[in-house]
């Protein structure tokens, strides 16, 4: 059974940058799309970025575009989440998703979720 491990989430000062991770125990993690997604404390989920499970689509949401890049890696199981020019409002919990389905920052289609990684931007 599918299960995500999401790492990298560290205390940054605004401006910095971070690369999240999100490995699978399985090696059918080829045939799955990935979602990230991000929880602040007081606020719903919000959908940050997908990716194809081929890795040849990526959809990102315009919240976060420019600074988010998303890629994937079949090989290695493995999914990153490149963040660029931090801001204090990034602080969250990420969480790395994963489904059947195509790529799209809807939560309600992706079944199989990590356990979630802190990300706080803070001077």
């Known amino acids: 059974q599918l299960q995500l491990v999401e790492s990298g989430g560290a205390l940054v000062q605004p401006g910095g940058s971070l690369r999240l991770s999100c490995t699978a125990s399985t090696s059918t993690f080829d045939y799955y799309a990935i979602g990230w997604f991000r929880q602040a404390p007081g606020k719903e989920r919000e959908g940050v970025s997908c990716?194809?499970?081929?890795?040849?689509?990526?959809n990102v949401a315009d919240s976060v575009k420019g600074r988010f890049t998303i890629s994937k890696d079949n090989a290695l199981n493995t999914v990153h989440l490149q963040i660029h020019s931090l801001k204090p409002e990034d602080t969250a919990v990420y969480y790395c998703?994963?489904?059947?389905?195509?790529?799209?920052?809807?939560?309600?289609?992706?079944?199989?979720w990590g356990q979630g990684t802190q990300v706080t931007v803070s001077s």
């Open positions: 998703a994963a489904t059947l389905m195509s790529c799209a920052l809807s939560a309600s289609r992706f079944k199989v």
């Open positions: 990716i194809s499970s081929s890795g040849g689509i990526t």
